[in-house]
């Protein structure tokens, strides 16, 4: 995926305008790519600040203000249920 302007002008809202620390930056882009570039899932193990539906929620508010949608964001094991 290209790390174009869209997606760094997201990711640098999504630590602006959400929870996420400024230590999340690498997590910041990487969600903002799988937004920008239309992914439906983004699957991670990284529960601090990824897959943590706390900051989902407001990273999902925000993508809509921007114009996207943002995907569901889950661990492997939670995409594959029991």
Not at 22 to 39: E, M, P, R
Not at 41 to 52: D, E, F, G, R, S
Not at 65 to 80: H, K, M, S
Request: charge should be negative.
């Amino acid at each position: 995926m290209e790390l174009n302007q869209s997606v760094r002008s997201l990711a640098a809202q999504f630590l602006l305008l959400s929870n996420l620390s400024l230590k999340a930056s690498d997590d910041a882009v990487h969600i903002a790519a799988a937004t920008v570039h239309g992914l439906d899932y983004l699957l991670t193990w990284n529960c601090k600040h990824i897959a943590n539906a706390q900051i989902q929620r407001k990273l999902e508010e925000i993508s809509l203000d921007f114009g996207y949608q943002l995907p569901v964001i889950c661990t492997p094991y939670e995409l594959l249920g029991d």
